[in-house]
Nanobody, 124 residues
Framework: VQLVESGGGLVQTGDSLTLSCTAS????????VGWFRQAPGKTREFIGV????????HYADSVKGRFTVSRDNARNTAYLQMNSLKPEDTAVYFC??????????????????WGQGTQVTVSS
């Protein structure tokens, strides 16, 4: 599975931004898609994940209510909608694919495939 993120950039506090993750190489509706981020000097942080058909999603408490994970299997694309962005959301954002989905999965060790990442910078 190859994953390519897009949509990152420089925004201001309070802005919204949507990241995309386009997959190829495997039937998209057979993989779970997760989003992670990594800020400078910090470990990679789980954001959210959607199951194969998008019927189940869950999020880290730090972004719950502000971020939304979704997917369009017809377009082989997953999305991360980010609202009310804060400077502490500044990070490189990664999408990842997992062949197995289980409820409340949130470890990067559960994901076999990763995109290259896209930078999101939120200015104050």
């Amino acid at each position: 599975v190859q994953l390519v993120e897009s949509g990152g950039g420089l925004v201001q506090t309070g802005d919204s931004l949507t990241l995309s993750c386009t997959a190829s190489g495997r039937s998209f509706n057979s993989i779970a898609v997760g989003w992670f981020r990594q800020a400078p000097g910090k470990t990679r942080e789980f954001i959210g994940v959607t199951s194969w058909l998008g019927g189940t999603t869950h999020y880290a408490d730090s972004v719950k209510g502000r971020f939304t994970v979704s997917r369009d299997n017809a377009r082989n694309t997953a999305y991360l909608q980010m609202n009310s962005l804060k400077p502490e959301d500044t990070a490189v954002y990664f999408c990842a694919a997992a062949l197995r989905y289980y409820r409340n999965m949130n470890s990067d060790k559960d994901f076999e495939y990763w995109g290259q990442g896209t930078q999101v910078t939120v200015s104050s």
